[in-house]
């Protein structure tokens, strides 16, 4: 079974820009979250979707949003990209959220630079 | 102060040697979740834990909601148990109900 892929790999991008990350779960999982990865504030988390429905956000600013798709793939974008959020960008899925949680697998994470 | 605790930040242990991680946190949850991430970024998920003890090989996780505490053990370790050890909590419902992550414990085992 494939694991979660994310892309792309690395990105570097100018502030002001906007970024769109992809996220394509391991097949049959619906629940996929994102989590932004940075040496100061470590693992934060941005935001969980499930078939379709976003169900939890984190503490981060309009900027960030996310959609899911029907086939569960899941894409997010950040607008008006600042020097900190310069981050990796991972994305985990798993196959219910509910019930306490499921095992998470993560992908290799989106890193993304911002100059 | 942070929901999830963790310590030691830092751990450098000589190969064959018995550790043991701690993650203390100050909410109510759903489950326990204890990854590894090497370098390079990738994570991997080693347990997730409610209550009670769970076992993989040389590892050892364990828990105690009264106290709101968790163990990560290692046992003979090795030094391709060189990695970064997180451990998050998922809340118990509603907006609360996504993970909260501690700032790792960064091991390195030394042949």
């Known amino acids: 079974k494939a694991g979660v892929t994310q892309t792309p790999r690395y990105l570097i991008k100018t502030r002001g820009q906007q970024v769109t990350l992809s996220c394509s779960p391991i097949?049959?999982?619906?629940?996929v979250s994102w989590y932004q990865q940075t040496p100061g504030q470590g693992l934060q988390f941005l935001f969980e979707?499930?078939?379709?429905?976003?169900?939890n956000k984190g503490n981060f600013p309009g900027r960030f949003s996310g959609r899911q798709f029907s086939n569960s793939r899941s894409e997010m974008n950040v607008s008006t990209l600042e020097l900190g959020d310069s981050a990796l960008y991972l994305c985990?899925?798993?196959?219910?959220?509910?019930?306490?949680?499921?095992?998470?697998?993560f992908g290799p994470g989106t890193r993304l630079t911002v100059t | 102060k942070n929901e999830v605790e963790q310590s030691p930040q830092n751990l450098t242990a000589q190969e064959g040697e018995f550790i043991t991680i701690n993650c203390s946190y100050s909410?109510?949850?759903?489950?326990l979740h204890w990854l590894q991430q090497h370098p390079g970024g990738g994570i991997v998920s080693l347990f997730m834990?409610?209550?009670g003890k769970k076992k993989h090989g040389r590892l050892i996780a364990t828990i105690n909601i009264q106290e709101k505490h968790s163990s990560l053990h290692i046992t003979a370790s090795h030094p391709r148990d060189s990695a970064v050890y997180i451990c998050?909590?998922?809340?118990?419902?509603?907006?609360?109900?996504?993970?909260?992550f501690g700032k790792g414990t960064l091991l390195t085992v030394n042949p």
């Open positions: 834990l409610s209550s």
């Open positions: 909410v109510g949850i759903s489950a």
């Open positions: 985990a899925s798993s196959f219910l959220v509910e019930a306490g949680g499921h095992e998470q697998y």
């Open positions: 998050a909590v998922r809340g118990s419902g509603g907006s609360n109900y996504k993970l909260t």
């Open positions: 097949s049959g999982h619906r629940s």
């Open positions: 979707y499930f078939s379709e429905t976003q169900r």
